[in-house]
């Protein structure tokens, strides 16, 4: 890692929408995913505001010193009756602007996550990230997360 460049993590904003979805699509399989378009079509917005009132799910972003939104992160917070009724942690859609990568942003971001669900009382906090994406991979162990389980999906 380069310089650490210290973040401030908020809420998304409405605003903060196509921001989002852009560092979404950059990159191959994000690419493939998202609909880059002005204006963006209305299906990510009534996301948003689904997100916004679910009290289980925190969306944020990483603002830098200049306001800019460099970095954003997905938290769901998942009950269960396994581990004796334990709740998990779910990360989801970790993203750093490209021109902002190797400064600890993404670090930031999951340790913030990861310190969120312990504070609701989550036992594990999980996350998937696609086989190709290796970088990716070794960047979660090295924040302590373990290879234990085979994701599996289907698409619709």
Not at 1 to 28: E, N, Q, Y
Not at 53 to 59: S, Y
Not at 145 to 152: E, K, L, Q, T
Request: charged letters at 25%.
């Amino acid at each position: 890692m380069a310089v650490m460049s210290k973040v401030t993590i908020r809420p998304v904003r409405r605003a903060d929408v196509a921001i989002i979805v852009g560092m979404l699509a950059d990159d191959p399989l994000g690419g493939a995913r998202e609909r880059i378009e002005d204006p963006l079509p209305p299906s990510y917005f009534k996301a948003f505001e689904t997100l916004e009132r679910d009290p289980n799910i925190q969306l944020v972003v990483a603002e830098d010193g200049d306001g800019a939104v460099v970095g954003c992160l997905q938290l769901c917070i998942l009950p269960g009756l396994s581990s004796q009724g334990a709740s998990r942690g779910l990360i989801e859609d970790v993203r750093v602007a490209s021109h902002c990568r190797s400064r600890g942003i993404g670090e930031q971001l999951v340790q913030w996550a990861v310190a969120e669900a312990r504070g609701k009382g989550c036992k594990l906090v999980e996350l998937l990230t696609h086989h190709t994406r290796v970088d990716a991979q070794r960047f979660y162990e090295r924040l302590g997360f373990a290879r234990s389980h085979v994701g599996m999906t289907v698409r619709f």
